[in-house]
């Protein structure tokens, strides 16, 4: 049934599931059927401000799983939590939407795959800017030639992260890591601009702790094209994206990860840019909400038509990034308790 409704639950109630959540309201055909917290308190108010009159509050992630009223659990934990989430959805029955990245290392989120397939149950990626519409679109007239063969691409994402040692963006039990919570948005920017890195080099400043607060990414992509790709957890970024051809070039902002706009401008030889020819793309469908909706829209299109993966965050993109990253966190010296 194309138009039946899916209820989701929320497994966590901190920031990016609060932010979630107001985005989910926002879809037709989606509801709040349930949230999930280690409090009842922090549950029963998540549920008070997000949800109906009849979405449920429950005090552990094991009563939300099993909660018959949720087809599909989006899993807002920090990183370290992502698999054993994962599973005990899978094992209730349950489709899975997981926060970014999946686990702290590609063997877990293979075992992600895994258990999704022994289960027969979705598994998606909470990669929302793949499936922006200003992203599609412009990934899809990349492709087509008609901004020309592409070159170079650079992308930077970075803020200031003013937060307690025992905070999740900097505790390493936690999985704290500048690649791993903002570098994997210009890796998988590039991965989607260019295809899959040939080869990746970093250097990264890292804390008294041994994380990552810093690093600088320099990557080979099929074709030649190169990229400087770039992440910050203490410093204020422009969060902008380019790509360089062959004709011209594309500018993507002001936040390239959940754009307004692309705007390709053509250069002349001997002439430089001519804006008066500029293309500017701004999606072939709405925004919803501050587009996590659209990653939720897609999840239950999915659901409705059967599949088990999306094709905008197929599980092979996710496997290649987790890969790249393990590789890049070896080059620069950082590990995770058991990851």
């Known amino acids: 049934m194309s138009d039946r409704e899916i209820g989701w639950g929320i497994l966590a109630t901190g920031k990016i599931a609060r932010t979630f959540a107001r985005d989910l309201a926002l879809v037709p055909g989606a509801r709040l059927a349930a949230v999930g917290s280690r409090s009842m308190g922090s549950a029963r108010a998540f549920a008070a401000e997000h949800g109906d009159a009849d979405t449920r509050a429950h005090g552990t992630y094991e009563d939300l799983v099993t909660d018959p009223a949720v087809e599909v659990v989006y899993v807002a934990t920090p990183h370290s939590f992502h698999l054993d989430n994962a599973r005990a959805a899978f094992e209730a029955g349950?489709?899975?939407?997981?926060?970014?990245p999946v686990a702290l290392a590609t063997a877990d989120a293979a075992e992600m795959v895994r258990l999704a397939g022994e289960h027969d149950r979705f598994l998606m990626e909470a990669m929302w800017m793949a499936c922006h519409p200003v992203v599609r679109e412009l990934r899809a007239e990349l492709a087509s030639g008609r901004f020309g063969a592409p070159h170079q691409v650079q992308a930077e994402l970075g803020f200031r992260v003013d937060a307690g040692p025992e905070s999740r963006m900097l505790d390493p039990a936690l999985g704290a890591s500048a690649l791993l919570d903002m570098g994997i948005y210009p890796l998988t920017f590039a991965h989607l601009m260019l295809g899959p890195a040939e080869e990746l080099t970093a250097t990264a400043a890292l804390s008294d702790r041994g994380i990552d607060l810093d690093i600088a990414i320099a990557g080979r992509y099929p074709g030649g094209a190169l990229a400087a790709l770039n992440a910050s957890m203490t410093s204020w970024s422009s969060r902008r994206a380019a790509i360089a051809t062959d004709l011209g070039r594309i500018d993507v902002?002001?936040?390239f990860h959940h754009p307004a706009w692309a705007v390709f401008t053509p250069y002349e030889p001997g002439a430089g840019p001519q804006p008066d020819r500029a293309v500017t793309l701004?999606?072939?469908e709405p925004v919803i909400g501050q587009g996590y909706g659209n990653e939720i829209?897609?999840?239950?299109?999915?659901?409705?038509?059967?599949?088990?993966?999306s094709p905008l965050v197929p599980?092979?993109?996710?496997l290649a990034i987790l890969g790249q990253m393990d590789d890049l966190r070896r080059?620069?010296?950082?590990?995770?308790?058991?990851a």
Do not use: I, S, Y
Not at 297 to 308: D, F, T
Not at 331 to 338: I, L, N, R
């Open 297 to 309: 829209a897609e999840v239950n299109r999915c659901l409705r038509e059967g599949l088990r993966e």
């Open 282 to 284: 701004t999606g072939t």
């Open 253 to 255: 902002g002001p936040e």
């Open 94 to 100: 349950k489709h899975v939407l997981c926060e970014k």
């Open 331 to 338: 080059q620069v010296g950082v590990t995770f308790p058991d």
């Open 315 to 318: 599980h092979a993109q996710t």
